[in-house]
């Protein structure tokens, strides 16, 4: 049988701890920062975000599926580049609004081409109250994932402050789809997403129904549903 461990034993091993995952810390901070200094030099100093938004036929942190096929469609839909947010709008509580339903679909989001005549017209406070923070260049397959590519925007606050999170404390920002269609009672056959609590989930799994299902844009969120879902510093080169 082994012996004990003192109690000073104990701290010494719970410091010793503590400082591994500081430096484990600071080391993906490093790396972080790295690749985001070659992604801006890359680029003109503009910055281009990538990464993961969703995976079909697997399980998200809120309860939700997405099929290959309502995918696809969706994907090949939606009109590039278009607009996002930094955060959802308010969802609305009831789908038979029409007003609520339409301001969800339209706020911080649109063409780019009208984005950037509008800009022109429109005063600052009126784009930072429409909390536009990037424009969505490419959204596309790898695998079962859904791959999506965005320019973050310097010409207003929402931009700035997703710019601010990488330069000043090193933090990736997630991305979500802004959708808008049905659902309906799960019965396939999918993998559970990493972060997914099944017994929270229990039988809150929805199915997204292919008929109805439209993507609207990509929106920049603190807390994505999709557990890979946080974005980083793209390396390709894009700027002109």
């Known amino acids: 049988m082994g012996n004990a461990l003192s109690s000073s034993e104990m701290h010494e091993e719970d410091e010793e701890e503590k400082k591994q995952r500081e430096r484990r810390r600071q080391s993906n901070?490093?790396?972080?920062?790295?690749?985001?200094?070659?992604?801006?030099?890359r680029n003109q100093n503009r910055l281009f975000l990538s990464g993961e938004v969703t995976r079909v036929n697997e399980v998200t942190k809120n309860g939700r599926i997405f099929t290959q096929r309502a995918m696809a469609r969706a994907v090949e839909k939606l009109e590039l580049p278009v607009c996002g947010r930094l955060e959802h709008p308010k969802c609305p509580d009831d789908a038979s609004d029409a007003k609520a339903v339409e301001?969800?679909?339209?706020?911080?989001?649109?063409?780019?081409?009208?984005?950037a005549s509008?800009?022109?017209?429109?005063?600052?406070?009126?784009?930072?109250?429409?909390?536009v923070s990037h424009v969505v260049h490419d959204l596309?397959?790898?695998?079962?994932a859904v791959v999506v590519l965005v320019e973050v925007?310097?010409?207003?606050?929402?931009?700035?402050?997703?710019?601010?999170?990488y330069e000043k404390t090193g933090n990736l920002v997630g991305a979500s789809m802004r959708a808008w269609g049905s659902s309906t009672e799960?019965?396939?056959?999918?993998?559970?997403?990493?972060?997914?609590?099944?017994?929270?989930?229990?039988?809150?799994i929805r199915a997204v129904c292919e008929e109805d299902f439209e993507l609207i844009t990509i929106d920049l969120v603190a807390n994505p549903s999709h557990a890979l879902a946080y974005l980083k510093p793209h390396l390709g080169k894009l700027g002109n």
Not at 32 to 39: A, G, H, M, V
Not at 118 to 131: E, P, Q, Y
Not at 140 to 144: I, T
């Open 29 to 41: 901070c490093d790396e972080r920062y790295q690749r985001l200094l070659l992604s801006l030099k």
């Open 103 to 115: 301001r969800y679909r339209k706020e911080g989001c649109g063409s780019f081409a009208d984005a």
């Open 118 to 131: 509008s800009t022109t017209r429109m005063d600052a406070k009126t784009l930072d109250d429409m909390r």
């Open 140 to 144: 596309y397959f790898n695998g079962n």
């Open 153 to 165: 925007l310097e010409c207003t606050e929402a931009g700035r402050k997703v710019r601010e999170a």
């Open 186 to 204: 799960a019965a396939l056959d999918v993998d559970w997403g990493g972060g997914v609590d099944k017994r929270s989930a229990g039988k809150d």
